[in-house]
C-alpha cells in the first residue's frame, strides 16, 4: 500500500502563487509516476500535470502548460506543483494520485482510471 498526503493549498488573489506538496509513503518502490488532478464544485475530476520517478519526463494538460511546474525529490519520496499566475478557474480540490504501472504515454497519465493511489485532496482557491 501506498498512503499520499498533499498540504499547501489555501486562498490566493489571481495572479498569484502557490506550491502544493504530495508526500508518498508505504511501498513507494512500486510507483512509477505522481500525478496531480483537480476538482472543481460539480465538475469532473480532471488532469493537471504528471511525472515519471524515472528520468524527467513531464506531463501537462492544456490549461496549466506555462503556468505550473510539477517537479519531485526522490530521495523524500515527494512531488510538489508550483502553481503560477493562478486564475480563478483554478480554483478547485487538488488530488495527488499515484500509477503503480509504467507508461510514456501522455494519455495513460491524464487518465484518472490510471492510478491506483490518491490523497485527499487540498483545497485551492482563486479570488478574481
Known amino acids: 500500500q501506498v498512503q499520499l498526503v498533499e498540504s499547501g493549498g489555501g486562498l490566493v488573489q489571481a495572479g498569484g502563487s502557490l506550491r502544493l506538496s504530495c508526500a508518498a509513503s508505504g511501498r513507494t518502490f512500486s510507483l512509477f509516476s505522481m500525478g496531480w488532478f483537480r476538482q472543481a464544485p460539480g465538475k469532473e475530476r480532471e488532469f493537471a500535470a504528471a511525472i515519471r520517478w524515472s528520468g524527467s519526463t513531464t506531463y501537462y494538460a492544456d490549461s496549466v502548460q506555462g503556468r505550473f511546474t510539477i517537479s519531485r525529490d526522490n530521495a523524500k519520496n515527494t512531488v510538489d506543483l508550483q502553481m503560477n499566475s493562478l486564475k480563478p478557474e483554478d480554483t478547485a480540490v487538488y488530488y495527488c494520485?499515484?500509477?503503480?504501472?509504467?507508461?510514456?504515454?501522455?494519455?495513460?497519465?491524464?487518465?484518472?482510471?490510471?492510478?491506483?493511489?490518491w490523497g485527499q485532496g487540498t483545497q485551492v482557491t482563486v479570488s478574481s
Open positions: 494520485a499515484a500509477l503503480n504501472h509504467d507508461s510514456d504515454s501522455y494519455y495513460y497519465h491524464s487518465l484518472p482510471s490510471s492510478y491506483a493511489y
